[in-house]
């Protein structure tokens, strides 16, 4: 460790910081686990008895979708290249009432408890499975992830093994997720978020006064082209308005409307008034944290402009530098640094536990119940089980994520295969009567083996060179002039030599960042582009096979599974009209037939008491 990084440490307040945020949540645990006046059913583990409260509900949405990967790539995102990703916060706003008015009044009206037991509902139980399929598939290949990047945080600031402190922490969350269940989950969530909302707005507002101001953070930025908004229509920009609000709409309706960790708490709520206060307060919360977040990555390069700790060899990577940038600006405050990496295991705690408790619970429904007998406590004995074992992949997991460079594109590829065929088979359930489950699978199928193709073909062409998404420039000239002297006196003790270019003449084709002077190829979209394609796929292929395959005239539709302004539209019968109406009045003596006989009679045939 050299002497000029020897600085930026813990502190014993930092560990003591840190160490009573995990005991806390160990805590929650063991309270719900064996304290907890409660029944051990599958309800009550899953559901919490379906008597969750607003508000917890809404931060434990909020936290979850907070990952380590928010707190820590984010900011290294508008660092690096541009304050664009605030267009994918902003996405949240249109995805708020589609959850509100499309989608949560489906899954409420239908009692689901899994969101994929409507596919089956809509079309059939191989339709569920293949989605099914998705869920396991991203879990397995996310959790790893989100355990990872807060050990990356926690290791830059500590020197200590990245490993260790994987296994240390992944080990307090699947105690807590393993005993207390849904509740634990959103009550540690509540602590956590608390914990995110303290440690994003001090780093905010102390990265500000250090870096000279707000006025003075805005004009460095623009001076280095962060805050260049871009609105081209290339699809191979990197990230532009479009595809930042596209893709990031069908980002969020994906995380948050059909994925099953999201949906288990939305419908944990006693009623659909309640999930519509709970969504809405979450969109607030999350929209807020998520500007702060994007916004950090601005009064960061605002702070190292002319000074770049990357370029200088203190930082390996931009998905560093957060933690480097907290203890730069906070270090001097006992206690700050260790409640910015609270917080960074906090959002990655509150993903994971989420995760954890939801796959347990499809896992044991859709794989291990239709073959054993099942009790509750043989099924809750079985589900701690799975959270034991997943536990487990995810530090091993955590060996193969460190090879990653940039980790925020790296999980955006990686949902991109399926993330928009699970959007838009949902999609399609809810707005197209005409599709049946044999259009559906075959949509999902055509969707999924199309964006997989699309997404190697793209690998291959960064591993070729020709996709190169280089960050915008920075450098070392105004080092001595801010009085970074730590930084200054790394790059005294490393030989850094400047970049020159190998030859000159024309430049070869390739698609960066920002431009492309290659023709137009599939390939080379940006990766914000994938959950939308794939969404699209599923429309494209699902809606003239529908003419292809028709389903039966003559089979009875459920009004209750279309989003309630699809409705309107339907052909229905009178007896499924009272379908629809049935469940929402309460049939009184009146609307039975009355038949032309004596009252008396009438009580010993049919049994009614008046």
Known sequence: MSSATADLRFGITDFVVFTIMLSASAGIGVYFGFFSKAKNTTEEYLRGGKKMQTLPIAISLVASQLSGIAIMSIPAESYSFGFNYIFVVLAMVPVVPILIYIIVPVFYENNVSNCYEYLEMRFNKRTRQLITMAFVLNSFLMLPVYMFIPSLAFSQVTGMNIHLINIMVSSICIFYTMLGGIKAVVWTDVVQGGIMLLSVITVGVLGTLRSGGLATVLEKATEGGRMDLDFRLDPRIRLS????????????????????????????????????????????????????????????FARYYGCDPIVAGLVSKPDKMMPFFVQDIMGHLAGMPGVFISCVFSAALSSLSATLNSL???????????????????????????????????????????????????????????????????????????????VAVSSILISVVAMVWIIINGQMNFKAGLIKYQVLPNSLDQCEAQGLHMILDAINQTAISPVT????????????????????????????????????????????????????????????????????FLNLSDAEHEMEEVPLRKTTVKEIPVLRVDAKEKEKEVGLEY
Request: charged share 10%; net charge positive; glycine share 8%.
């Open 241 to 300: 308005f479009w595809s930042a609000m596209t893709g990031g709409i069908f980002m969020w309706t994906g995380h948050i409307g059909f994925n099953q960790s999201c949906v288990q708490r939305i419908v944990s709520l006693p009623s659909y008034s309640h999930a519509k206060r709970s969504l809405i307060i979450a969109s607030v919360g999350f929209i807020l944290i998520m500007m702060f977040n994007t916004f950090a990555g601005i009064i960061m």
């Open 360 to 438: 347990a619970g499809v896992v044991y429904f859709d794989y291990i119940k239709p073959h054993i007998r099942h009790t509750d406590a043989r099924a809750n004995g079985i589900m701690k089980l799975v959270i034991i074992a997943m536990g487990g992949y995810c530090i091993l997991g955590g060996f193969i994520v460190q090879n990653f460079n940039s980790i925020l594109q790296t999980v955006v590829t990686i949902t991109g295969v399926n993330t928009g065929a699970v959007v838009g088979v949902f999609l399609l359930g809810m707005f197209v009567p005409r599709c049946n489950s044999k």
């Open 501 to 568: 270019p190998k030859h000159s003449g024309p430049p070869a084709p390739v698609t960066t960042a920002f431009e492309s002077n290659r023709d137009f190829s599939l390939y080379d979209i940006s990766f914000y582009w994938y959950k939308v394609v794939g969404a699209l796929l599923v429309f494209a292929w699902a809606v003239p096979m529908s003419y292809v395959w028709p389903h039966d005239r003559h089979e009875k539709q459920n009004p209750k599974l279309y989003s309630p302004f699809v409705r309107k």
